[in-house]
């Protein structure tokens, strides 16, 4: 997410043409999409990020609820 602001950033101010990013190549402002694209298709796919989170938010409440049983049929 960082990256992709810093593009919205770099092509504002290449396309307003303030200070030294008037002479900026267009290819600098390119390159945090690149990077934006490159990460969401192939790096958290490739590695899982996104299903890592999943199942540990998942095994969390899976905890919760046995937790809560456990202490509820203790209590009868």
Same mark, same amino acid.
């Given at each position: =997410?960082?990256?992709? #602001?810093?593009? #919205? ?7 307003? @043409? ?22 969401? @298709?192939? #790096? ?14 998942? @095994? ?5 609820? =046995? ?8 209590? =009868?």
């Amino acid at each position: =997410m960082p990256l992709l #602001i810093v593009g #919205i950033l770099l092509a504002g101010l290449r396309w307003a @043409e303030l200070g030294p990013f008037a002479k900026l190549s267009w290819w600098w402002v390119a390159l945090p999409f690149v990077l934006v694209i490159l990460w969401w @298709e192939v #790096i958290v796919p490739a590695f899982a990020l996104d299903k890592k989170k999943e199942h540990e938010a998942f @095994e969390r409440e899976r905890k919760k609820r =046995m937790d809560k049983n456990r202490s509820g049929k203790a209590n =009868m």
